[in-house]
């Protein structure tokens, strides 16, 4: 199963319309599972008051937030 149909059990906060992580340790673990994933390396930002997954894929930086308990590009 891809992780992006994986639900994210984990607190979130809303910040300037998107739903982020609310802890440093959730994004790093949804980082590591969507950089396997990927097979690129994913980091986490902070924004706000929440946390994003950050990373580059085919030469294009993304950021990924949740929407619906689901990973999605936040661009």
Do not use: N
């Not at 739903?19 to 396997?36: N, S």
């Not at 097979?39 to 929440?50: L, R, S, Y």
Request: glycine share 14%.
């Amino acid at each position: 199963m891809t992780v992006f149909a994986a639900p994210v059990f984990d607190a979130t906060v809303i910040y300037d319309g998107h739903e982020l992580f609310k802890g440093q340790g959730a994004a790093k673990g949804w980082a590591e599972k969507l950089g396997k994933e990927l097979e690129c390396e994913i980091g986490v930002e902070k924004i706000g008051t929440g946390w994003v997954l950050t990373g580059t894929v085919d030469g294009e930086a993304c950021k990924w937030s949740i929407v619906g308990q689901r990973l999605k590009r936040m661009d």
